[in-house]
């Protein structure tokens, strides 16, 4: 009689969950971005979730967690419900928060809902920087040692790692970095002078550089981008970057491992379907952003290859706190 009972108390909740599944959303659902507004992860995500959202029936609430090169939003996430009303909107940082010392956990604690798009690296300095390029630029750090302030985002962010490129590839840069919650109030600080060169994303920079409020460096690619095919990319400068590149930051959508999975193919849909959208697909392609829009062992294989070739690029650098090898991440 008790395990007669306790298999109708099973087959009970395996049925509510099923229908809680089939049902959802019921509720609000909540956006988790890892950085601050106006920043290249929040643009993305704020673009593409109104579409997503017309799929899913329900509303997705977005919310800027910072701090922590991201770990605060990612532990709230990880730390809450497997129920699909928690997403985390984020972008390549976790995946070094180990080998980094950041944190225990990367995104190999959650679900790749989608893999939306990637970006390029660029190197933007202040209108009024003495200086108009890339060899410009490492002449005045080398004349001038300690004085120019390069914007930062922690540990394992896209600065860190164009940063850690660079003083592989000319040598130890004597620079000021100064850190910043995202790109976004980097390259705010970057237009009111308070620092004087950002690596940042193409994508959150293009406009400014259109607008003339900062100046374009260098590409870190191994070819112009042709949405400024103007700027040089960075190999034309010192080819010494090749073995490096091309290489770059990437934003996506997560839940937490454990999601029943016909929710975590309700989310998928939803993000595929709006990752098409017409509007969605013109703005990244304005911005210079790369579409994606993978998921499933996609998404995982893709995740794998950039963990791998990053945190083995900053192991070779000389600036992790652990080995990738500590972690099983495998050598490129």
Do not use: C
Request: proline share 7%; net charge negative; hydrophobic share 40%.
């Amino acid at each position: 009689m008790k395990h007669a009972f306790l298999g109708a108390v099973s087959a009970f909740v395996i049925g509510v969950t099923a229908a809680q599944a089939a049902d959802y959303p019921t509720k609000e659902i909540q956006g988790i971005i890892q950085w601050g507004a106006g920043g290249s992860t929040d643009t993305v995500m704020r673009s593409v979730t109104p579409h997503a959202e017309k799929v899913l029936g329900g509303t997705v609430v977005m919310q800027n967690v910072t701090g922590g090169v991201g770990a605060i939003a990612l532990n709230q996430v990880a730390n809450g419900k497997a129920d699909g009303y928690s997403l985390l909107m984020g972008a390549e940082n976790p995946l070094l928060y180990k080998v980094m010392g950041l944190g225990d956990k990367d995104y190999s604690d959650f679900t790749p809902i989608s893999i939306l798009a990637r970006g390029t690296p660029i190197l933007v300095a202040n209108k009024d920087a003495p200086f108009d390029d890339y060899a410009g630029m490492v002449k005045y750090i080398h004349e001038n040692p300690g004085e120019l302030r390069l914007g930062a985002t922690g540990p394992g962010g896209l600065p860190s790692v164009v940063t850690a490129m660079m003083n592989t590839v000319e040598g130890k840069l004597d620079v000021i970095s100064v850190p910043y919650d995202g790109d976004g109030p980097a390259l705010t600080a970057l237009q009111g002078g308070a620092i004087d060169v950002m690596p940042a994303v193409l994508g959150a920079s293009i406009e400014g550089i259109r607008a003339g409020t900062m100046k374009p460096l260098a590409i870190f690619d191994v070819k112009p981008n042709e949405k400024l095919p103007e700027v040089p990319a960075v190999t034309s400068f010192n080819e010494g970057y090749s073995k490096y590149l091309p290489w770059g930051p990437f934003f996506g959508v997560f839940v937490k491992k454990g999601t029943p999975d016909d929710v975590v193919a309700k989310l998928q849909a939803a993000y595929a379907e709006g990752a098409k959208n017409p509007d969605f697909v013109q703005l990244m392609d304005a911005r210079g952003f790369s579409m994606l829009s993978l998921s499933g062992d996609e998404a995982q294989k893709f995740l794998d290859g950039w963990q791998s070739s990053t945190a083995w690029l900053l192991q070779d650098a000389g600036l992790t706190k652990a080995s990738p090898e500590k972690f099983g991440i495998a050598k490129p």
